[in-house]
């Protein structure tokens, strides 16, 4: 069968794929609708489709959480995939964060802002501040702090070094990012993070893939 393309915009664009998607002799439609509102099921060109899949870029915020709640619902009848390049994470939501369940184990529900607010730190400082090796550093330390999130500290308004402002936003969007994860592992997906760039080329780098078949 071949594939149908579901474009989702919010607000109106461009569409300057759009011409790219007729000279390809693609199918596709665009909706022009808040991401909350989208029910796969009901779109009827893709009604006789048993695999979809979920790619989604600059979905900031709360709409990444939206985007991972229609996924887990189309997973319930059809085999579902979700590529989501994650981004903007201060935008985040308590109202929508689908990772609360996650969160409530080490922080209390007033804290996610925090963390929501300390993730910016991830992507205001250049990486012109970090010396060689310090990735390596970070990385490890990262790992460290999605086993024992517990010693998070909130530092938001102290004067820190730049280097270490950088490492706690990156944490930050570490365990905010783990939150999501464990929702769609609750759900029954297989669940894996890709960096899919150099932190240097951008410090939002992080994917998550997540599959889940319908036999499973």
């Known amino acids: 069968m071949t594939a149908f393309f579901v474009l989702v915009d919010r607000q109106m664009c461009r569409r300057k794929a759009d011409g790219g998607f007729k000279r390809q002799k693609c199918n596709f439609i665009r909706l022009k609708m808040d991401i909350k509102d989208v029910d796969v099921s009901g779109v009827p060109e893709i009604r006789n489709y048993k695999r979809v899949c979920f790619a989604c870029k600059h979905l900031c915020g709360g709409a990444t959480d939206l985007a991972l709640v229609s996924a887990a619902q189309t997973a319930q009848q059809r085999d579902t995939t979700v590529l989501i390049a994650l981004c903007c994470h201060h935008l985040c939501s308590w109202e929508l964060y689908t990772g609360k369940d996650y ?114």
């Open 103 to 216: 969160l409530i184990k080490h922080f209390k529900p007033e804290q996610f802002y925090n963390l929501t607010s300390l993730s910016s730190w991830a992507t205001c400082f250049k990486q012109k501040y970090l010396q060689t090796g310090d990735h390596d550093l970070v990385n490890s330390a990262i790992q460290t702090f999605r086993n024992n999130p517990e010693s998070f500290i909130f530092q938001e308004h102290l004067v820190l070094d730049k280097n270490l402002q950088w490492y706690i936003g990156r944490c930050a969007k570490t365990f905010l990012n783990d939150g999501r994860a464990q929702f769609m592992l609750d759900n029954g997906f297989r669940v894996q993070f890709s960096k899919y760039v150099d932190v240097n080329v951008s410090p939002e780098n992080t994917a998550l893939l997540c599959f889940k078949n319908t036999a499973s």
